[in-house]
């Protein structure tokens, strides 16, 4: 951590290497670990329920819509395996899984620097594990929602499907953009305090730029490529052909996002840790 103590000013190339990003979040992963558990503990700090209500909230959700679109709407998913009403609500949940990881990340970012000013402070004190331990909370919570989708599945449609297995994977580029927008949203909150409203509402727009409620094929041809600019598009798409229609990835599209997304998070690292030494003089 010598680098964080010394006088002589880090260049970019220092911060470029995805290796020693990796090398030295793995050095702080006990640190992380503790912040995250304390995390996740505040978060139900006083509840009757605690930690149960990250089961309990999923599931009420999911028989939420359940009961909205396969009671009310007799809504049905274009392309889905079985005719069972209940198979849009399994499917509009597994978007919402993705999309409230990257929600729950991203909107929480602006705050995190300036809310732990006492950190700040801390000259060896490695600030850029803020935004890690903030999506691992949101990651965290994202698995107790699979966990009830899961037995939603079993409920409803009476069957798994074995390409869940391959979820890890879409986790991958998932992760990577929400660390890379994380770390530089994190720093530019110091800077610009009012980025956490607009911020808000651009998760807003891209809540419905995003084929949560709705299939890629239910979008008109020639504004199509409007939605695949937006890479949660892919991963909530995939997140349903894993979870829930047994159908591999597109190995192309998967490669492509996880690269851009990778260029993101590398970016966002090398921001965050290269405007790190005025956050003291800022905050």
């Given at each position: 951590m010598s680098h964080l103590i010394s006088a002589k000013p880090a260049t970019m190339r220092q911060y470029?290497?995805?290796?020693?990003?990796?090398?030295?979040?793995?050095?702080?992963?006990?640190?992380?670990?503790?912040?995250?558990?304390?995390?996740?503990?505040?978060?139900?700090?006083?509840?009757?329920?605690?930690?149960?209500?990250?089961?309990?909230?999923?599931?009420?959700?999911?028989?939420?819509?359940?009961?909205v679109f396969s009671v009310v709407f007799q809504a049905r998913w274009e392309g889905a395996v079985t005719d069972n009403h209940a198979e849009f609500a399994l499917m509009l949940f597994a978007g919402l899984i993705a999309f409230n990881v990257f929600s729950e990340a991203i909107t929480t970012a602006p705050?995190?620097?300036?809310?732990?000013?006492?950190?700040?402070?801390?000259?060896?004190?490695?600030?850029?594990?803020?935004?890690?331990?903030?999506?691992?909370?949101?990651?965290?919570?994202?698995?107790?929602?699979?966990?009830?989708?899961?037995?939603?599945?079993?409920?409803?449609?009476?069957?798994?499907?074995?390409?869940?297995?391959?979820?890890?994977?879409?986790?991958?580029?998932?992760?990577?953009?929400?660390?890379?927008?994380?770390?530089?949203?994190?720093?530019?909150?110091?800077?610009?305090?009012?980025?956490?409203?607009?911020?808000?509402?651009?998760?807003?727009?891209?809540?419905?730029?995003?084929?949560?409620?709705?299939?890629?094929t239910a979008v008109p041809e020639n504004v199509r490529f409007v939605i695949y600019l937006n890479p949660l598009a892919f991963i909530v798409n995939h997140f349903r052909r894993v979870i829930l229609l047994n159908q591999m990835p597109d190995w192309g599209e998967f490669w492509l996002v996880t690269a851009a997304t990778f260029i993101v998070c590398m970016l966002g690292y090398i921001w965050f840790m290269k405007s790190k030494r005025v956050f003291a003089d800022v905050v």
């Amino acid at each position: 951590m010598s680098h964080l103590i010394s006088a002589k000013p880090a260049t970019m190339r220092q911060y470029a290497n995805p290796f020693k990003m990796v090398r030295h979040l793995w050095q702080q992963r006990d640190l992380i670990t503790q912040f995250t558990k304390r995390q996740i503990l505040q978060r139900y700090k006083g509840s009757y329920l605690g930690v149960l209500w990250s089961f309990v909230t999923p599931l009420v959700m999911l028989l939420i819509y359940t009961f909205v679109f396969s009671v009310v709407f007799q809504a049905r998913w274009e392309g889905a395996v079985t005719d069972n009403h209940a198979e849009f609500a399994l499917m509009l949940f597994a978007g919402l899984i993705a999309f409230n990881v990257f929600s729950e990340a991203i909107t929480t970012a602006p705050s995190l620097i300036t809310s732990n000013g006492n950190y700040v402070k801390k000259v060896v004190f490695p600030l850029e594990i803020l935004p890690v331990t903030n999506l691992a909370t949101a990651l965290i919570n994202s698995f107790f929602s699979l966990l009830i989708l899961q037995i939603g599945m079993v409920v409803f449609l009476g069957r798994c499907s074995w390409t869940i297995i391959l979820l890890p994977l879409l986790y991958i580029p998932l992760t990577l953009l929400c660390l890379g927008l994380s770390w530089f949203l994190a720093s530019l909150g110091v800077f610009i305090r009012d980025i956490g409203p607009l911020l808000g509402l651009v998760v807003q727009m891209l809540f419905f730029l995003t084929p949560i409620f709705y299939p890629m094929t239910a979008v008109p041809e020639n504004v199509r490529f409007v939605i695949y600019l937006n890479p949660l598009a892919f991963i909530v798409n995939h997140f349903r052909r894993v979870i829930l229609l047994n159908q591999m990835p597109d190995w192309g599209e998967f490669w492509l996002v996880t690269a851009a997304t990778f260029i993101v998070c590398m970016l966002g690292y090398i921001w965050f840790m290269k405007s790190k030494r005025v956050f003291a003089d800022v905050v």
